[in-house]
């Protein structure tokens, strides 16, 4: 049998969706709340997303330096990601960093950093969930996380 279409997205011939429409608009924790420089700041929480890749996508259409006023415009940023054990994560991981690109209208302040890490919620586990680390005091808007599945094993 060669590859196919199904309901939730492209099989290869092998049996291995390559393609899925398994989509997530992640609850977020960031609209005009201090994310502290320098500080991992929980903003979504990604453990209903299943084992697989994901492609990451943030974006916000204003967020400033709360000490100076300078500013990030509307941006988009996008990463790749393999997530496994979502919804039990191990909190003695590491925080995993994501490399993301991103597009800027304007901006006059570093990039923030994103990554993954248990939110410690239950014992020895927690939720898996995406922290931001800022560079300088920052408070964004219009901020939203979506993710979009590239493969489930």
Not at 105 to 132: A, C, I, Q, W
Not at 142 to 148: R, T, W
């Amino acid at each position: 049998m060669g590859a196919y279409l199904d309901k939730d997205g492209i099989v290869d011939t092998n049996g291995i969706r390559v393609v899925s429409n398994r989509t997530a608009n992640l609850k977020t924790y960031t609209n005009m709340t201090m994310l502290t420089a320098n500080t991992y700041n929980k903003v979504a929480e990604c453990n209903t997303l299943g084992t697989g890749a994901w492609l990451i996508n943030v974006y916000w259409t204003g967020g400033y330096n709360v000490n100076t006023g300078n500013i990030h415009w509307e941006t988009s940023g996008s990463g790749v990601a393999g997530i496994v054990s979502a919804s039990s994560y191990y909190n003695s991981n590491p925080y995993q960093e994501i490399s993301m690109n991103f597009t800027h209208h304007y901006r006059s302040v570093e990039n923030p950093t994103f990554y993954f890490d248990s939110d410690n919620s239950n014992g020895n586990y927690g939720k898996l969930s995406l922290y931001l680390m800022p560079a300088v005091d920052e408070k964004f808007q219009g901020f939203a996380v979506y993710a979009q599945q590239l493969t489930d094993y």
